[in-house]
């Protein structure tokens, strides 16, 4: 049976690794709606392609950063908040 302590240490880092993962994607979205087209010329070969064909609309990318947030630090503090209680709390209910 593992001990509490070692149970808070682990959901922890891994709303740590949720918070973390979810910084880095939120910035890759943001690079890629600010990159948008990426295209490639060699006029050498007369070669030209796309990398990148990657296009948000403003009203699509604020509620897409809004809303996803607000859900990420609403799972945070639920998760805190059942993990780390109250210390007043704990002790009325073992007396």
Same mark, same amino acid.
């Given at each position: ?13 891994? @709303? ?7 910084? !880095? ?9 600010? !990159? ?28 897409? !950063? ?8 609403? @799972? @945070?503090? !639920? ?17």
């Amino acid at each position: 049976m593992t001990r509490p302590n070692t149970l808070r240490q682990k959901y922890a880092k891994n @709303i740590y690794r949720l918070t973390y993962i979810w910084l !880095i994607f939120i910035g890759i979205v943001v690079l890629l709606t600010g !990159i948008g087209d990426l295209h490639i010329v060699i006029e050498k070969w007369s070669l030209e392609f796309s990398l990148i064909d990657f296009e948000l609309s403003d009203n699509v990318l604020i509620a897409f !950063i809004t809303t996803t947030t607000i859900n990420v630090i609403g @799972i @945070i503090y !639920i998760v805190a908040r059942w993990l780390f209680p109250n210390g007043i709390e704990v002790f009325k209910e073992k007396d």
